[in-house]
């Protein structure tokens, strides 16, 4: 009964990713098309963020400027790297850690963000030095509205929070792809004794306690920097967290569990990851217009608290380029 099972199966579907070589010798017209007009969407996303960084360096003070180069280059990366994995379908898992160690950084990097629209920590904590913030907020614990408030002295546990992730992610990347090449790291090993199955759940556990301090800073500052357009940047934020993260799990799941169906020379596992990879490029390149448009701005001055409770009238004048 097995023999006649495996006898249905096209051998390519249990073989590994096939190389670049047999990915371009397989391509029809409209494959050419397809991967030509992603191939030049995600190179037009990293000459944009790279004319970016050269207006941001000349406009922007430091360190505000390469606080807002870490950011500004998320999508950008995420596509260039996904371009890499839709071309080389081999590197895919090496392609997808790099997005996903930059990315670790950029949650940080937000969080940096909003302290230095307000001049910095010491400025912020002299300006809510009298103030309690609320922790209620997700993915951790906005289904507890018992917390206490809490003061901002733990600012420096909030700022520990979100860095503990971009450190540890790159170590357990790396660590990741040592054992890879190995052999003892495989996303589809899902046994007890399987690496993946201890190191993926940590880096779960280690992506929420991240994001927990920076939703817990943007709930509670928001209405300050509302005039700086930080809601659309944070929510710019938030949909490369969903898509980068989110997005491919699933994608990866269905590849896993066979619904997402082998097509020679990819198997289900490798198609999937293709699949993922040009979905990305394409989210990716929107993000990045988008995004452009929100940090390609110059602001005056932050007002002052004094100022923001005079008839609740100040705003901040913003200026198109």
């Not at 909030?158 to 170590?171: E, W």
């Not at 500052?221 to 997005?247: C, D, E, F, G, W």
Request: proline residues 5%; glycine residues 4%; aromatic residues 10%.
């Amino acid at each position: 009964m097995d023999g006649a099972l495996n006898e249905t199966i096209d051998p390519a579907c249990l073989q590994e990713p096939p190389l670049a070589i047999d990915v371009i010798k397989q391509l029809d017209v409209f494959g050419v098309c397809l991967y030509s007009l992603l191939t030049i969407m995600s190179c037009i996303s990293l000459l944009l963020y790279l004319e970016q960084c050269v207006y941001i360096y000349k406009k922007l003070p430091y360190p505000k400027k390469t606080t807002i180069m870490w950011i500004n280059g998320a999508a950008p990366a995420i596509a260039t790297m996904a371009c890499f994995g839709m071309w080389i379908p081999r590197a895919v898992m090496i392609t997808d850690m790099t997005s996903n160690c930059y990315f670790a950084v950029v949650v940080y990097k937000v969080l940096v963000l909003m302290l230095e629209e307000f001049g910095g920590s010491d400025v912020f904590l002299e300006r809510f030095s009298g103030e309690t913030f609320r922790i209620n907020t997700g993915p951790c614990c906005c289904c507890c509205p018992c917390l206490p408030r809490v003061t901002m002295r733990m600012l420096v546990i909030l700022k520990i929070g979100a860095l503990q992730y971009a450190i540890l992610k790159t170590v357990l990347s790396i660590l990741s792809i040592i054992l890879w090449t190995n052999g003892n790291f495989d996303l589809s090993d899902v046994k007890i004794t399987g690496t993946a199955i201890w190191i993926n759940p940590f880096v779960g556990v280690l992506t929420i306690t991240s994001l927990w301090p920076v939703a817990i800073m943007f709930m509670n500052t928001n209405i300050h920097l509302r005039s700086l357009n930080i809601i659309p940047k944070y929510a710019m934020y938030q949909l490369v967290l969903v898509l980068s993260q989110l997005q491919t799990s699933i994608i990866n799941i269905l590849s896993l569990n066979g619904t997402i169906a082998c097509s020679p020379p990819f198997s289900s596992q490798a198609r999937g990851s293709m699949l993922s990879q040009q979905i990305m490029i394409t989210e990716m390149f929107i993000i990045t217009l988008v995004t452009r448009f929100f940090y390609r701005r110059t602001y005056d001055t932050l007002p002052t608290e004094e100022c923001d409770n005079k008839e609740n009238s100040t705003v901040l004048v913003e200026h198109d380029v």
